[in-house]
């Protein structure tokens, strides 16, 4: 007989592993949010802290992975050879015994601003440690597998959902403390606009852009933190969609024409820019651009609304022209964590 526990949130993901007493595990399946990268704040860095990031777990799409016992070690589905590279080091750094089965059922798009590849690392890496009768935090995980250089905001939506704000890289060799995780609005929606041919800066072009870009000037960072702090929170404790939209729009803005020497222009995709200007002039508040796109976005604030701007979408920019569109729900919790066991 199998019993399935079913477990949301990095609290179980640390807690100390089942007893053996609780029957053997038969597997581990983790499902992990997508994640919106809304901007950073302080690409300065004068008062020691780097970047600080906003972002917002998605509903949708998800990266889901089981690991099981088995005969030898075997990776297979979407992603393989990418979540093959993670295993093999976790299996060094934990020294387990390389009996075992991952699959890879489902992953987000690599490379357009979604969060792929920090996603795909955690999950891997809580399947198999849960497996394994070990229990490392998500942050431990990033950190043994290279992920949160920048951000952590992949780390946090994995762990808690909601909308979350970095504190920034400072000298400490660790992922960005969050200082700030409020929830999404259960009735508001996002409008996710996929560019189906461009992928986004990674990488090698990634590091360089980072490395090659000045600084932003001082007085233009203290006034996106103070835009955060000031605006953007509060409305979004409050619900205020119109102001929160304002404040997104206006990061998004700033950065992208940061970033325009190296993306060539504000937004990466020229179609996605085309439907975020249209968006803008049917008075649509919060739209961007995430990470290194092209992935698009627009805050909605029903379901009635994201409806019938999906049906007009859908209408002037069919099937055939290079874009998708999406729906989404904000997510206000973190990785889901099946645990299935064999019973006593």
Known sequence: MILADTRASNANLGEAAPTSESGAIERVTVTVPGRLHLGFVDLNGELGRRFGSLGLALDAPVTRVSAMPGQGLSVTGVEAERARAHLDRLIRHYRMTPDLSLKIESAIPDHVGLGSGTQLCLAVG?????????????????????????????????????????????????????????????????????????????????????????????????????????????????????????????????????????????????????????????????????????????????????????????ERWPPGKGLSFVIARGRNRGADIEIARRSA
Do not use: K
Not at 236 to 256: K, P, S
């Open 126 to 314: 809580a399947a198999v440690c849960r497996l394994a009768g070990l229990a490392p935090n998500a942050r431990e995980i990033a950190q043994l597998l290279d992920r949160g250089a920048r951000s952590s905001i992949g780390i946090a939506t994995f762990e808690q959902g909601g909308v979350v704000l970095d504190g920034g890289r400072g000298t400490i060799d660790q992922p960005p403390p969050v200082v700030s995780r409020l929830p999404f609005p259960e009735s508001w929606r996002i409008l996710l606009i996929f560019d189906q041919v461009r992928r986004g800066l990674h990488g090698r072009a990634e590091s360089e852009a980072f490395q090659n870009l000045p600084a932003l000037p001082a007085e233009r960072a203290a006034h996106l933190c103070r835009l955060m702090l000031m605006v953007a929170l509060p409305a979004l404790a409050e619900q205020d969609l119109d102001r929160f939209g304002g404040a997104v729009t206006e990061l998004q803005e700033t950065i992208g024409d940061h970033f325009a020497p190296v993306q060539g222009a504000r937004f990466l995709s020229a179609e996605v820019t085309e439907t975020l200007v249209w968006l803008r002039g049917r008075g649509v508040r919060g739209v961007g651009q995430s990470s290194w796109g092209p992935t698009g976005f627009a805050f909605l604030g029903s379901d009635a609304e994201a409806d019938a701007l999906l049906r007009d979408m859908r």
